[in-house]
């Protein structure tokens, strides 16, 4: 998104949230006409205390310094229980005359919450469509690398000449990989690079250990670093755990303050990183939507009504299933005792009101992907790049509590590759790695975006379908198969032919929680095997789909 577009969608924001600003300084006209003529009783008082406080974050927020200072002001002669002496009654009814004539005609400022935005991170590569770059003279290497990465759909394009590379990198490619060492190339061509394609994903090869071309290497914005010899499955690892796979799903935050003209605008802010962003003013509501969301980041404002941050904080903490999601603070509080109390509840960072764009999306951006590599050794299978067991089961999980909310099937397979050990015996391990690769792609590309594939252990793969019956379930995992058998393996033997067996299991009708289906997808299985024909059975009384 351009600083353009950034501002414009701001000005949006700002339209729909003047109401709520202007209501905020009637509020406080209405304290300080209480007091002119009256006493303010103390709910009055604290309401108004708390509508300036929003009113502060809010104005800075949208670039109004100068009322964003006047409402920090009013909030300081607001707190408190004693009486209010008369100069600062006085000045109270100046602050309100002067935060509605700056309000009322003003529009976000350029610069304000918009300011240097850092550019937008990549959009989410899919594998099936990506193309890797290889700038080096190893034509050897260049072969065994595409061979292997043609297992997750990557296409790999050769250039042995600093010119060859950049023809092609004028053309659409995601990621390079830069041998140092060749010929016209070096620190300089990787500097040349950067400059002309900075957002591009650079992979750098070395020979020894020179620290300093590391060193070169992070400063122009390299995201990995090998040292030869490099074997192929090095480069496929990195691709994998650090571009596609990290890339392949977007993040989910969950922001949580109550001020909805705050959350808008936080909405707004986090545009550039193309996130999910889930906003929740009660906080009473939260752990029903992270149970539902399973967010990356949780997002909380320190002062709230009924719940504030820091205890929320403390929820998250004490709860297994939270307590490892990073949570950033937002809060106007600055001095060491308020920051040290957020971060002794458990924050992992904090963010100072008024907002500043820049501020919180180069934060929010680095926390993602921090996050998202810590949990990448969790989640996804460094083999096959599909999901893990854990993951399985966490999203399976989910769905169920969806599913008996809305009252919608689940279809849980189980799938077990055949005769795997032989292919292992009379290929080789590497040739059998190379199998379950390329069986993961193509059951990720067979199933939905919502759908879950999950390697469950050695040769076997569960997948979890939302919303879809065994039925269905049945006829996709059919399709599958025949797109597997047409696969073609690069093996000395070209009569490799890879098939699988299948057991299908339904929610509700064989089970309300994610065993006692993978229980019954797996005597499924069994059925399927012991017929001897590679088979997609169900459980009675639903149709067995025979594929020979």
Same mark, same amino acid.
């Given at each position: 998104m351009t600083e353009?577009? $950034? /501002?414009?969608? $701001?000005?949006?924001?700002?339209?729909?949230?003047? &109401?709520?600003?202007m209501a905020r300084v009637a509020t406080l006209e209405s304290a300080t006409l209480a007091l002119r003529y009256a006493s303010l009783p103390d709910d009055v008082r604290r309401d108004a205390e708390r509508e300036t406080h929003k009113l502060a974050g809010a104005a800075g927020t949208?670039?109004?310094?100068?009322?964003?200072?006047?409402?920090?002001e009013a909030e300081e002669i607001l707190r408190g229980a004693g009486p209010i002496a008369p100069a600062d009654v006085a000045r109270l009814r100046q602050i309100a005359i002067d935060l509605r004539g700056q309000l009322e005609a003003a529009r976000p400022k350029a610069g304000a919450a918009t300011q240097t935005l850092a550019p937008p991170s990549i959009e989410a590569l899919r594998a099936a469509h990506a193309r890797l770059l290889v700038v080096g003279d190893d034509a050897a290497f260049h072969e065994r690398l595409a061979s292997e990465a043609r297992s997750l759909g990557i296409n790999v394009l050769g250039a042995s000449r600093?010119?060859?590379?950049?023809?092609?990198?004028?053309?659409?490619?995601?990621?390079?990989? *830069?041998? *140092?060492?060749?010929?016209?190339?070096?620190?300089? %061509?990787?500097?040349?690079?950067?400059? =002309?394609?900075?957002?591009?994903?650079?992979?750098v090869v070395s020979d020894g250990e020179h620290f300093l071309d590391r060193v070169e290497a992070a400063r122009l914005?390299?995201? &990995?670093?090998?040292?030869?010899?490099?074997?192929?499955?090095?480069?496929? !690892?990195?691709?994998?755990?650090?571009?596609?796979?990290?890339?392949?799903?977007?993040?989910?935050?969950?922001?949580?303050?109550?001020?909805?003209?705050?959350?808008?605008?936080?909405?707004?802010?986090?545009?550039?990183?193309?996130?999910?962003?889930?906003t929740v003013t009660d906080p009473l509501r939260v752990l029903s939507v992270l149970a539902e969301s399973s967010p990356d980041l949780v997002i909380l404002d320190v002062d709230m009504p009924s719940l504030n941050g820091i205890? *929320?904080?403390?929820?998250?903490?004490?709860?297994?299933?939270?307590?490892?999601?990073?949570? $950033?603070?937002?809060?106007a509080q600055t001095e060491r005792a308020e920051v040290t109390k957020m971060f002794e509840a458990g924050a992992?960072?904090?963010?100072?009101?008024?907002?500043?764009?820049?501020?919180?999306?180069?934060?929010?951006?680095?926390?993602?992907? /921090?996050?998202?590599?810590? /949990? *990448?050794?969790?989640?996804?299978?460094?083999?096959? &790049?599909?999901?893990?067991?854990?993951? &399985?089961?966490e999203v399976l999980e989910r769905f169920i509590r969806l599913a008996q909310r809305q009252l919608l099937p689940i279809s849980v397979a189980v799938i077990d590759l !055949?005769?795997?050990? !032989?292919?292992?015996?009379? %290929?080789?391990?590497?040739?059998? #790695?190379?199998?379950?690769?390329?069986v993961a792609a193509v059951l990720s590309n067979c199933f939905r975006g919502e759908d879950v594939v999950a390697r469950w252990g050695g040769e076997e793969f569960l997948i979890g379908m939302y919303s879809m019956p065994g039925e269905a379930a049945a006829r996709r995992l059919t399709?599958?198969?025949?797109?597997?058998?047409?696969?073609?393996?690069?093996?000395? #033997?070209?009569?490799?032919?890879?098939? %699988?067996? =299948?057991g299908v299991a339904e929610f509700p009708m064989d089970g309300t929680d994610w065993t006692s289906l993978y229980r019954v997808a797996d005597e499924a299985l069994g059925r399927a095997k012991a017929g001897g024909r590679n088979r997609v059975v169900g459980p009675a009384p639903h149709s067995a789909v025979r594929r020979d």
């Open positions: 353009d577009a $950034m /501002r414009g969608a $701001m000005d949006a924001i700002w339209e729909r949230s003047r &109401g709520t600003i949208f670039g109004f310094w100068d009322a964003s200072a006047l409402a920090r600093a010119a060859e590379a950049r023809e092609l990198l004028a053309e659409h490619v995601d990621a390079v990989l *830069l041998d *140092l060492t060749l010929e016209g190339t070096g620190i300089p %061509f990787l500097e040349e690079v950067y400059n =002309a394609h900075p957002a591009l994903p650079v992979i914005g390299g995201r &990995g670093f090998l040292q030869k010899p490099v074997r192929p499955s090095q480069v496929i !690892d990195l691709l994998r755990d650090s571009l596609f796979v990290v890339r392949s799903e977007s993040s989910t935050i969950v922001a949580v303050d109550d001020d909805p003209a705050l959350l808008a605008v936080i909405e707004g802010l986090l545009l550039p990183l193309r996130a999910r962003v889930i205890e *929320l904080c403390r929820v998250l903490r004490n709860d297994p299933r939270w307590a490892a999601v990073p949570v $950033m603070f937002l809060s992992d960072d904090y963010v100072a009101k008024p907002v500043v764009g820049a501020e919180i999306v180069s934060r929010v951006r680095n926390r993602l992907e /921090r996050t998202r590599m810590l /949990r *990448l050794a969790a989640d996804v299978d460094s083999l096959t &790049g599909v999901g893990t067991r854990r993951r &399985g089961i !055949d005769h795997f050990k !032989d292919v292992n015996d009379r %290929f080789g391990h590497l040739t059998g #790695d190379m199998v379950l690769r390329r399709l599958a198969l025949e797109k597997l058998r047409a696969e073609k393996f690069d093996t000395v #033997d070209s009569d490799l032919s890879v098939t %699988f067996s =299948a």
